[in-house]
């Protein structure tokens, strides 16, 4: 009998598998499973046209990325077991209450990006928490290597104000970052997964005299430099002397923060951080499956419908292994992950590595 059992219940799942999904095509050449999802290829279009200048990983796609997360991170599950209001997680508060959120001081900066990206958000129609997780995928898909984020539609467009202090700044301590990020739900591993992130990344106002100042040196590249790059010895301050959060880099026209040094450096952290240097396609892996727990915090995600498929294909990474900056050596690597040794790196040639500032347009 109990052959039989399994003999049908195979012969049920084998059917189920064959049977073709149901496909819809929104246009020619965008197929989707649900026909809900059309309705975001025309935004798609409009947002690399108009917002990432033309499907760039340059300032407004770094922004709309910073963006998900200020959006997200207002969420608290310590709130919420004693029954107050922690912030609403990816709710799009942080659009819908921008003269309160924006004014929080880790919020420095991203009322630009929220002014930028609210009127698409209107004239589409689509609820700002949708939209801020949207613009963040799509722009991220435009990194070389990037990763080809879950996009989850159909938030609800009605939120509250995210109460102050849930965004971490980069002069907090260690402890303080994961405690305040277990209490979204997020490991001290997922958080170093989340600061994937800061690959592609510049700063404006840590040191508001060096606007552009990237993380490391290919902030149009979805790579593990960020990785080595936090590592390195700090040698200089790229700007004017030290900033509240910053420490010293190990590059000219680069800029640390205190935070992601510290994470790079602290033993519960530190051998996730060191995973990512020679393996991008982990990273990558890594970063999707983070970004796919931020995107959804306080949302009922069986209410969500699932559109990913029209989040596009990002271009592939030139390499799979971070190399040391030219006029460096393993000596100046900063190794902190107790159970595994650093990878060999390759130096890359040439005179000592310099990184362009992108001053904001
Ligand atoms: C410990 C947690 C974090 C801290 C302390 C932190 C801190 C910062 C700071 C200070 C900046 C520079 C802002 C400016 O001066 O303009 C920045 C930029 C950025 N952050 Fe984070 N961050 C954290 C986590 C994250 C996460 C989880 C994400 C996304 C998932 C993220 C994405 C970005 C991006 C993309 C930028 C670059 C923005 C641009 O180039 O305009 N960060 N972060
Ligand atoms: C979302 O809410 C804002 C107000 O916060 C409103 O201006 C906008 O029209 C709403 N969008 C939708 C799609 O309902
Ligand atoms: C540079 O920093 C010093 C103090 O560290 C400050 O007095 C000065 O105003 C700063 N310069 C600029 C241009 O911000």
Redesign the pocket.
């Known amino acids: 009998m109990a052959f039989k059992v399994v003999l049908a219940l195979v012969t049920l799942v084998t059917a189920a598998l064959a049977a073709p999904s149901k496909r819809v095509t929104c246009s020619p050449g965008r197929v989707v499973s649900n026909a809900a999802c059309c309705k975001w290829f025309p935004i798609l279009d409009d947002l690399q046209t108009n917002l990432f200048d033309g499907g760039q990983c340059g ?1 407004e796609t ?2 709309s ?2 963006l ?2 200020h959006d997200a991170i207002g969420f608290s599950l310590s709130a919420e077991r004693r029954g107050i209001f922690g912030g609403g997680g990816a709710d799009g508060s942080i659009m819908a209450f921008a003269e309160i959120e924006t004014n929080f001081h880790a919020n ?2 991203v009322d630009g990006i929220v002014e930028v990206q609210r009127p698409f958000a209107l004239k589409h129609q689509v609820s700002f928490g949708d939209f801020i997780q949207f613009a963040g995928a799509v722009g991220v898909s435009n990194c070389l290597g990037g990763p080809r984020l879950q996009f989850m539609a159909g938030r609800s467009n009605i939120s509250r104000p995210a109460p102050d202090l849930t965004v ?3 002069s ?1 301590s260690v402890d303080k ?1 994961l405690e305040r ?1 277990g209490d979204a739900g997020f490991s001290p591993s997922e ?1 170093v997964d ?2 994937i ?2 690959t ?7 040191d508001p005299t060096i606007p552009g100042t990237p993380f490391d040196s290919t ?1 149009a590249e979805f790579d593990p430099q960020f990785f080595v790059e936090t590592l390195l010895q700090g040698t200089l301050f790229p700007g004017n002397g030290s900033n509240v ?1 910053e420490l010293e880099s190990p590059l000219a026209g680069e800029i640390r ?1 205190q ?1 992601d040094a510290l ?1 790079a450096r602290d033993p519960r952290t530190a051998c996730e951080w060191q995973s990512f240097v020679s393996n991008q396609a982990l990273m990558v892996k890594k970063f999707e499956a983070a ?1 796919a727990k ?1 995107s959804v915090l306080g949302q009922k995600t069986h209410e969500l419908i699932d559109c990913s498929e029209v989040i596009p294909v990002p271009p592939l990474a030139k390499s799979n292994v971070a190399v040391l900056p030219a006029g460096k050596s393993l000596a100046d690597v900063q190794a902190a992950c107790a159970a595994t040794p650093f990878p060999t790196l390759q130096t890359a040639p040439g005179p000592a590595t310099t990184v362009a500032r992108v001053p904001p347009s």
């Open positions: 300032e770094h922004e990325l910073r998900t997360f420095n900066g971490p700044e980069p907090d970052i990020m958080i989340l600061l992130s800061h592609v990344a510049a700063q404006d106002h840590v902030p959060g923060l935070s994470l970004m931020l």
